[in-house]
């Protein structure tokens, strides 16, 4: 895989993304993602504060949410990725994803999952993540499950 990966990046003239780009994308649509959905349910938000400090109250506020935020952020993450290679924080940086297989913008799969394990590993202290510090390709686990790697425009 290695050898297709190097043969593929001088054949085509590619160039890897940084971490630190990647980071910072990351952040970007992190906090677009977050306002769009505060944005889209404020007047939950409103009637939450208006219930008190009630510890019950606000477990199943989260829980109630946390699925919609979980579909947002899928959405999101695979309709950009799938149409464009980026979503907008990649696009701002100016970075974007690409399959391995055919040097084009994931398939629907391939965004998904993508999209699935990303969020996974956010959600586990970013484990997932790790792997691409050591990796000579930059390739965390959700880029090397879903065979797509992050390059510069």
Not at 30 to 38: A, E
Not at 51 to 70: I, K, N, Q
Not at 75 to 93: P, R, S
Not at 116 to 142: E, P, Q, W
């Amino acid at each position: 895989m290695d050898t297709k990966i190097e043969n593929l990046l001088e054949r085509e003239n590619l160039h890897l993304a940084s971490l630190g780009a990647r980071s910072l994308a990351y952040c970007f649509d992190f906090f677009l993602v977050f306002f769009v959905f505060l944005f889209l349910f404020w007047d939950f938000f409103v009637a939450f504060g208006e219930l008190g400090d009630s510890v019950l109250a606000a477990r199943e506020f989260a829980t109630s949410f946390l699925l919609e935020y979980l579909a947002c952020t899928l959405i999101y993450e695979v309709l950009f990725t799938m149409l464009y290679g980026a979503t907008l924080g990649k696009i701002v940086l100016k970075i974007r994803i690409i399959s391995i297989d055919y040097v084009d913008n994931p398939s629907f799969k391939g965004a998904l999952l993508r999209a699935a394990l990303k969020y996974l590993g956010s959600n586990f202290f970013y484990v997932t993540y790790i792997m691409a510090f050591g990796d000579k390709y930059k390739r965390s686990l959700h880029d090397r499950i879903s065979k797509t790697l992050v390059i510069s425009c």
